[in-house]
């Protein structure tokens, strides 16, 4: 197995890497990709927001997190609060740090980076809980957020123009470890 190294990474200068990265890992198309690119530009522009990265020997990125206080102007909190207040569950938008994007390369997952990614950037944050959404769906993302200590909160949730439905995920932090005995690892 390839050593991969999590660690910061400045994700605007390696913005056009990190989206082929989501791009192969969720199955962007081009179009899609070009939309993405002003917003995780504006993402990390924001207060507080933060980018980890995973890197192979070659100093390839094969996988990234990032992720930032939760604010409710933004426009994720304005389109999940309906469903999150519709389950009793809208007080999670307060103090809580958005993982805003997970993906690691496909012949890079399973082996525990997407764990580390996340549990890494989350151990940074000041907020007490963690909020995301992912596909509503089984799936290995959603397995390995729910041994995390993630819960759902809402679904399924309709982001405009997303052809498939999500689920709103919260956790307390800092987020379950496999020590715990309480998650399977990763």
Known sequence: MENVVVGPCDLAAR??????VQAVAFGLGPDEVSIRRPIVLRHLGCRGARALGAFGRDGRLVGFVYGLPNDRAHW???????????????????????ITEL??????QNRGIGRRLITAIT??????????????GDSPARHLYRSLGYQDLARPV?????????????APLPLRRPADGRGASS
Not at 15 to 20: F, I, K, M, T, W
Not at 77 to 98: H, I
Not at 123 to 136: K, Y
């Open 76 to 98: 994720w909190s304005s389109v999940v609060q309906p469903y999150l207040r519709e389950q009793g569950n809208d007080g999670w938008l307060d103090d809580s740090f958005v």
């Open 103 to 108: 993906h690691v390369l496909p012949g890079f």
């Open 15 to 20: 913005v056009d890497e990190a989206l082929a």
């Open 158 to 170: 309709h982001f405009p123009s997303a052809g498939r439905p999500y689920a709103v995920m919260g």
């Open 123 to 136: 151990d940074t944050a000041t907020e007490p809980r963690s909020i995301l959404s992912a596909i509503d």
